[in-house]
Nanobody
Framework: QVQLVESGGGSVQAGGSLRLSCVASTERVRDWYLAWFRQAPGKEREAVAATTPGGITEHAHSVKGRFSISNHNIEATLTLQMTKLQPGDTATYYC?????????????????????WGQGTQVTVSS
């Protein structure tokens, strides 16, 4: 079974930057659908960004222009570069993967489309 391990979380002030990484236990993820989700206390988990095996990316409206998802295929690593962080970005961030997503163009940011999850990494942004 594929394992995903996130890292890079921490505490920063508003306006700062962080780079999250998700390392997979297999290089096969280079051909998978990959995504970042986040969950703030008392809120539902939401999609942040996702990428297809072909390199098509989607970002949530709330992070567009500030966050960028990248799949470093050779290294089996997915990253999320986060800039201009805001207190509203405070959450636990999760990496997710799926080897196939039916109707991906409509479901790329659908939590139910992914069957492999990391343990999460905490991001805290103070004002």
């Amino acid at each position: 079974q594929v394992q995903l391990v996130e890292s890079g979380g921490g505490s920063v002030q508003a306006g700062g930057s962080l780079r999250l990484s998700c390392v997979a236990s297999t290089e096969r993820v280079r051909d998978w659908y990959l995504a970042w989700f986040r969950q703030a206390p008392g809120k539902e988990r939401e999609a942040v960004a996702a990428t297809t095996p072909g390199g098509i990316t989607e970002h949530a409206h709330s992070v567009k222009g500030r966050f960028s998802i990248s799949n470093h295929n050779i290294e089996a690593t997915l990253t999320l570069q986060m800039t201009k962080l805001q207190p509203g970005d405070t959450a636990t961030y999760y990496c997710a993967a799926a080897d196939y997503v039916q109707n991906w163009d409509a479901r790329l940011r659908d939590e139910s489309a992914y069957d492999t999850w990391g343990q999460g990494t905490q991001v805290t942004v103070s004002s």
